[in-house]
């Protein structure tokens, strides 16, 4: 059955939640991580958003993703797979609210490099996070149960963001 795409007001109380999440996540998964990051837009100030708290988490190793792998999934994340052939792998747990989605993410990572600069410049540029809060609004009315229309309709706009980070120099994550 479809899931319903919802764009909430930013909720303040995210940042919290995911010092709560990342703490779990590190005793969990232990010395195979190198670091816990949140993205997506609940990680951008202000930046209305699904209630979807997303976390990268970057492994010391490719070859450690099977163990991480088992270890979410005996705590109840549903493993979503490696959908876009980057080396990513997506978990997903429903069981809370807000919904925690979980990238497993090998280390010198592209996807997980641009997402970071993606964050970082929206904290940065209020004024591009504003047009990205309005495209996303736009969005999720189209496709109110369709969430890979939502996300593919993002993506331009992402990647465009990225670029200009990257052209501007104004960023602390180089792939």
Partial sequence: MPTLVEI??????WISQFSMAEAALKGLLG???IAVDHVGSTAVPGLAAKPVIDIDITLSSSSDIPSATEDLVKEGFENRGNRYDDGVWAFLLK????????????PANRTHQHRLIFRDYLRQHQ????????L??????????DGDRYTSGKRQFVLETV?????????????
């Fill in 8 to 13: 909430v007001s930013y909720d303040p109380d």
């Fill in 31 to 33: 010395d195979r991580v």
């Fill in 95 to 106: 069981t809370t609210s807000p919904q925690f989605r979980v990238y497993l993410c090998p």
């Fill in 127 to 134: 004024n591009v996070a504003r047009r990205y809060a309005a």
């Fill in 136 to 145: 996303k609004t736009q969005l999720a009315e189209r496709f109110a149960y």
């Fill in 163 to 175: 670029r200009r980070a990257m052209e501007e120099g104004q960023i602390q994550h180089w792939c």
